[in-house]
């Protein structure tokens, strides 16, 4: 496993390329929000990488895909991974679901209803981060912590406001 605050095994920099498009003024925020708490705190280490990072990630998407393109810090590219998002598709959905059931919630239910909703989408977000995880498994050594917040990135890329 990548360690934790290494300067080596990190992410220093998120790009989305042009294929992922832009949306809404507020889903553009979180997206930037989610790359920012990404780029923030993270352990990343591509498997097998003979060099080091700390590392760039430029996202794009092609056919349903999800492509992570990984490069040093220079720019030299290291690999590239192309995930399917089909895994993903029914945990994104239940998410979006249960994310607009949470924030109607907010605006006029009970704190203990509110609290209810929330431990769901919590407990979806933990499984989006677990099926990220197990995808990346054998390519890229990442803890749970960022995989939660690549989830978040990878939910953000699919909503459009």
Same mark, same amino acid.
């Given at each position: =496993?990548?360690?934790?605050?290494?300067?080596?095994?990190?992410? #220093?920099? %998120?790009?989305?390329? &042009?294929?992922? /498009? $832009?949306?809404?003024?507020?889903?553009?925020?979180?997206?930037? %929000?989610?790359?920012?708490?990404?780029?923030?705190?993270?352990?990343?280490?591509?498997?097998?990488?003979?060099?080091?990072?700390?590392? $760039?990630? +430029?996202?794009?998407? #092609?056919?349903?895909?999800?492509?992570?393109? *990984?490069? $040093?810090?220079?720019?030299?590219?290291?690999?590239?991974?192309?995930?399917?998002?089909?895994?993903?598709?029914? *945990? %994104? +959905?239940?998410?979006? =679901?249960?994310? &607009?059931?949470?924030?109607?919630?907010?605006?006029?239910?009970?704190?203990?209803?509110?609290?209810?909703?929330? =431990?769901?989408?919590?407990?979806?977000?933990? &499984? /989006?981060?677990?099926?990220?995880?197990?995808?990346?498994?054998? +390519?890229?050594?990442?803890?749970?912590?960022?995989?939660? $917040?690549?989830?978040?990135?990878?939910?953000?890329?699919?909503?459009?406001?």
């Amino acid at each position: =496993m990548a360690k934790s605050g290494s300067d080596h095994a990190k992410l #220093i920099d %998120v790009q989305l390329d &042009e294929s992922i /498009g $832009r949306s809404t003024p507020d889903v553009e925020h979180e997206r930037a %929000v989610a790359i920012f708490d990404l780029i923030e705190e993270n352990s990343f280490a591509p498997v097998n990488d003979a060099g080091s990072g700390p590392y $760039r990630l +430029k996202l794009s998407l #092609i056919d349903a895909r999800l492509v992570f393109a *990984i490069s $040093r810090e220079n720019g030299e590219d290291v690999v590239t991974h192309i995930l399917s998002l089909t895994p993903f598709r029914r *945990i %994104v +959905k239940d998410y979006f =679901m249960i994310c &607009e059931s949470y924030y109607d919630a907010i605006r006029s239910s009970t704190p203990s209803h509110i609290e209810a909703i929330d =431990m769901g989408r919590r407990g979806l977000h933990n &499984e /989006g981060s677990q099926t990220l995880m197990d995808r990346l498994a054998g +390519k890229v050594e990442i803890d749970f912590d960022t995989a939660r $917040r690549l989830f978040t990135l990878v939910y953000v890329l699919h909503w459009r406001g």
